[in-house]
């Protein structure tokens, strides 16, 4: 949320899905002044939590971050740069880099993250869109 919070492009609003995590991630985000919803159950995934958040999204444009990444202060604004140039423009993603890596599997999927064949690559990424 810092990264987030120190951007050059201001960032609104941040919405955080606490999907009943057990390290206060919810108590944490609330307390940095985000907008914390707790759906009646574990989604299941990441994608189940973006789901259940979309419905309360009120800007035009709407970006999925993890909540253990740490982006660039330019990250926002250089992901905004098409969809602001372009209305055409529909989506617009960055990979996540590892700044860290500690383990064997870890160094796996930076490996996968550089790789450029996508069907084969697992990486992970942020996303905007309209």
Known sequence: MISLQGQSYAVTEIIVVDDYSTDATGEIARSLGAIVLRPPRNTGSKAG??????????TEFCMAI?????????????????????????????????????????????????????????SRTFSASR
């Open 66 to 122: 993890d909540a253990d990444t740490a982006l660039a202060p330019d990250a926002v604004e250089r992901i905004m740069k098409p969809l602001l140039d372009d209305e055409a423009v529909a989506a617009a993603c960055g990979f996540v880099v590892p700044r860290h890596v500690s383990s064997i599997w870890e160094r796996g999927a930076t490996s996968n993250i550089c790789s450029p064949s996508p069907s084969t690559s697992r």
């Open 49 to 58: 939590a973006q789901t259940f958040a979309l419905p309360h999204v009120r």
